[in-house]
């Protein structure tokens, strides 16, 4: 098929049995979970992500972490995403979890927090922006744009800027999820969302990890300032690389720095 995934992540999203999940509401969840008896991890992906984008970090603490890879549903604000995620771990009987969240996932994991304290024992926020208009000078987040455009135009100018993109494994994952994994209408109502994102309130949570990259072209170090300031008592992590997309393009020092938030 046009767009292949790169083998690691065929092979790794073959061998998951995939769920879906439902609270009620026309949303629908889609999740793997390895199902062990350990400490719960959960991958919250970006905008541009379904469970499987997540799979380098999967793989590396499945052997140590229950872990659950999540695609949540598109077009939800972040009230509706926290209560439908607290909703799936309730129906798992999953205590309180480490969160992992990255972009618009980080982004509205706060919410998640703040709403379900106790289902949170630990929470990184990384590669995240305060609100929409930290993303409002990118063609791809232009919320009139976006507000009337079909789907099809916004998967059109997606796969126009991806593919203007080199010729490496990011742009190859990247083409893949746009294509084959996420529905051109759950992308869409993701990125609405993203660029009407409102600020929220900070999370209050124990083991508070705000992390970001010095290479990360969609948000630049003014972002990446306005974040952190918003947490000060957080652990930060700096990563040198990474871009926008540290778990696909350096996962090395990303699994790194999160073993070290999960056992300390």
């Known amino acids: 098929m046009p767009h292949e995934p790169p083998p690691a992540l065929a092979a790794w999203s073959r061998e998951r049995e995939w769920q879906r999940f439902t609270d009620g509401s026309p949303a629908v969840w889609r999740f793997a979970d390895n199902r062990r008896e350990a400490p719960p991890l959960v991958l919250l992906p970006g905008a541009l992500g379904d469970a499987s984008s997540a799979w380098r970090i999967a793989e590396a603490f499945d052997a140590e972490r229950r872990v659950i890879a999540v695609s949540y549903p598109g077009g939800c604000d972040a009230v509706a995403l926290a209560d439908g995620l607290a909703a799936l771990l309730q129906a798992l009987e999953i205590g309180p979890a480490a969160v992992w969240g990255s972009s618009y996932g980080a982004w ?72 084959h994994t996420l529905p051109a209408a759950q992308l869409h109502g993701r990125l609405r969302q993203v ?70």
């Open 108 to 179: 509205w994991a706060q919410a998640f927090a703040q709403r379900h304290p106790s289902r949170v024992a630990a929470l990184w926020l990384g590669n995240t922006f305060v609100d929409g208009a930290d993303v409002a000078a990118s063609p791809l987040f232009d919320a009139a744009w976006l507000a009337g455009a079909t789907s099809e135009e916004v998967l059109a100018r997606w796969d126009a800027a991806l593919s203007a993109r080199p010729d490496d494994p990011l742009r190859a994952v990247q083409l893949h999820l746009l294509h």
């Open 195 to 264: 660029a009407q994102a409102p600020a929220l309130p900070p999370a209050a949570t124990a083991r508070l990890v705000v992390s970001d990259c010095a290479d990360d072209p969609t948000l630049g170090p003014a972002v990446r300032e306005r974040v952190r300031a918003r947490y000060p008592e957080a652990r930060a992590v700096h990563l040198p690389n990474g871009g926008h997309y540290p778990h696909i393009v350096a996962p090395g020092p990303l699994v790194d720095a999160m073993r070290a938030w999960l056992t300390h």
